[in-house]
């Protein structure tokens, strides 16, 4: 049996649309991968077909969480939330992020009022996500 926190992951993967899931599923095969680029690209071009699916823009923070471009990252998670604000996935990001990072003012998502925000986002994830 799967538990509540897959059941959610697997909804939150389908957009609806049958050419969006299958860049969707390349996309996830190339960060197993671990073929960064061609993931940001594809979920980049996800987002371009179709901007309203919150976990086109979760997949593209995660990408560039891991090629270490954490503001990206952050505006990414900011764009999932004003889509899917219950995304515990997405609310959980920023606080792992460096903390330099989060509160660096010159990155386009820096500055206090970001570290603030990862960590509001972060607890409402802590409150939102589900228990296994």
Not at 59 to 77: N, P
Request: aromatic share 10%.
């Amino acid at each position: 049996m799967r538990t509540l926190e897959a059941r959610i992951w697997t909804i939150w993967g389908e957009s609806g649309s049958e050419t969006v899931d299958l860049l969707y599923a390349s996309g996830i095969d190339a960060m197993r991968e671990r073929r960064l680029t061609d993931a940001r690209d594809i979920f980049g071009g996800i987002i371009a077909l179709d901007p309203a699916f919150a976990e086109g823009w979760n997949k593209c923070a995660t990408v560039h969480f891991l090629l270490l471009d954490y503001g990206q990252s952050i505006a990414d998670v900011a764009q999932t939330l004003a889509l899917e604000p219950r995304h515990f996935g997405a609310l959980s990001r920023p606080m792992a992020a460096p903390p330099r990072v989060v509160l660096d003012p010159s990155l386009p998502s820096g500055g206090g009022r970001c570290g603030r925000r990862a960590e509001r986002w972060w607890r409402r994830g802590f409150r939102t996500a589900p228990r296994r």
